[in-house]
């Protein structure tokens, strides 16, 4: 097989580097995989796994609070809070040992330290035991991930001043949390807390959550949030925070306060790069992200990026995509241009209450691009197994090209909406058309269902 003897060293051990790692040894490479945590990265121990549980906990008493609805006596949700940190513990530990193994069993080698370039195709290694070690690579990646962003006006401490990295779980259950950003990430942590029954205010520097979603969707959430009681100050931007014993304020730039027992950060994060040596390589960055072409070649042969680093959409899944497509590109199996990632084309979803999932072209978009769509829009109310689940919340959008009926796109508010968005996702991906969704046989009853009658 061509490239079969390539030598890849790896930096960075999330999901874009362990699956470019076994992908690759899978292929025939001899690699090396450099981790100076915990393999499966950020995405594993500080981001989506434990932020996930910890959602998936919240939606467990939100649904013990239906009880009766349900036809079941009242029962009462209580949070106890350190059952919730060992589960998170015990899922993390088994993740990583899971990825562990498979990396072991593809015969990839695991340095644990921390990597840096000391030239186009060589890696030093400060390995956590105190030595040293050079490397020389074929192939190097880089998938380093990125960290929260910290304004120099946050006064971070990691106990009443968060960012996401405290947040998952946080030292104490905030009784009253002030977040500030309301992109993907602050609305998740808004939905999280109010579940476990905080009190929180969310400080949103526009005029509506989610800038970057379809309005429609935004307002959904909104409209959640304001029946859940959480205060939203929009149009406001934080501009600094002071501490006062246990009462921590956040000053707006229009002379509001908003104030709580805790405050977390949520407004975006930087790239890893910094200690990354990238001048010895020459690799090209611009604003910290590795400069990469649609192969995720940087401008050094050889030499790739993935994942945060990337700049391209920070998503575990992309990252995962992206280190699978390094590893058959570097051994030379990427043949034509519809081997390329479609970034357009990834799915997306937002854990809250209802769920929210996208994929392809939104609405909005094609209207501001001038683009002759179809939307078709279905509420879960005609559901059968919405009513079954007592939550005919949300709704099925899909987007279409009115001349070809080939589905370009959809957003889906409601429970299992990141599941059922899969299904538009491969719709989007393999080109279908709305004639083959709605002649798909689907179970029933079942939300999916919902699907085939938006592409009627
Ligand atoms: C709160 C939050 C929730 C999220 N939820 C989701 C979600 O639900 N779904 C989703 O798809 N995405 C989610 N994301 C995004 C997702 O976490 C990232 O896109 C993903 O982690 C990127 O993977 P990566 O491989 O680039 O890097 P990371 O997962 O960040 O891993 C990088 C690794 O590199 C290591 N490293 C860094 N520098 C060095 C060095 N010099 N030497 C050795 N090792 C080094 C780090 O220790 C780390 O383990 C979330 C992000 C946040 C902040």
Not at 116 to 127: A, I, L, N, W
Not at 260 to 284: Q, R, T
Not at 416 to 437: K, N, P, R, Y
Request: aromatic share 4%; proline share 5%.
């Amino acid at each position: 097989m061509a490239g079969s003897s390539k030598r890849f060293v790896i930096i960075g051990g999330g999901p874009g580097g362990t699956t470019c790692a076994t992908h690759a040894a899978r292929l025939g490479a001899k690699v090396t995989l450099i981790e100076r945590d915990i393999v499966g990265g950020a995405a594993h121990l500080l981001d989506c796994i434990p932020s996930k549980a910890m959602i998936a906990t919240g939606g467990m008493m939100s649904n013990m609070k239906q009880a009766s609805e349900m036809g079941l006596a009242e029962v009462e949700a209580k949070l106890d809070f350190n059952a919730l940190k060992e589960r998170i513990g015990a899922i993390e530990g088994r993740l990583e040992q899971s990825i562990s193994s498979q990396l072991a069993s593809q015969g990839v080698r695991m340095i644990e330290g921390t990597g840096q370039m000391t030239g186009p195709k060589s890696v030093r290694v400060e390995r956590s035991d105190g030595g040293i070690e050079d490397l020389e690579a074929d192939v190097v990646v880089l998938s380093t991930g990125s960290r929260p962003r910290i304004p120099d006006w946050a006064p971070i401490d990691g106990e009443r001043v968060l960012t996401t990295r405290h947040a998952y779980p946080p030292p104490e259950l905030p009784d009253r949390l002030v977040v500030i950003g309301s992109g993907v990430t602050g609305v998740e942590f808004v939905h999280m807390f109010s579940s476990f029954g905080s009190e929180v205010t969310l400080v949103v520097s526009r005029q509506h959550v989610l800038p970057q979603k379809d309005p429609e969707v935004a307002a959904a959430l909104e409209q959640t949030f304001v029946d859940r009681g959480v205060r939203l100050l929009k149009g406001a931007r934080a501009e600094s925070i002071t501490v006062e014993n246990d009462r921590v304020m956040v000053h707006c730039d229009d002379g509001r306060i908003a104030e709580g027992s805790h405050v977390l950060m949520a407004i975006g994060s930087i790239p890893n790069s910094d200690d990354l040596n990238l001048e010895a390589a020459g690799i090209e960055s611009e604003w910290g992200y590795v400069k990469v072409d649609h192969n995720c070649l940087s401008n050094v042969p050889g030499v790739y990026a993935c994942g945060d680093l990337s700049g391209k959409l920070p998503l575990s899944s992309v990252a995962s995509m992206q280190g699978r497509k390094i590893a058959e590109h570097a051994m030379g199996m990427h043949n034509g241009p519809h081997r390329h990632i479609d970034y357009e084309k990834a799915a997306s979803a937002i854990f809250t209450e209802p769920e929210i999932a996208d994929v392809g072209l939104a609405e909005a978009d094609a209207f501001a691009e001038g683009r002759k769509i179809r939307v078709t829009k279905v509420p879960f109310s005609v559901s059968a197994k919405a009513l079954i689940n007592n939550d005919p919340r949300g709704f099925v959008k899909i987007v279409t090209d009115p001349l070809t009926g080939v589905v370009l796109g959809g957003s889906i508010v409601g429970r299992h909406a990141a599941e059922l968005i899969s299904v538009i996702a491969l719709a989007v991906t393999a080109g279908l058309t709305v004639t083959d969704l709605v002649e798909s046989l689907f179970v029933h009853p079942a939300l999916a269902e919902v699907l085939g009658e938006a592409a009627e």
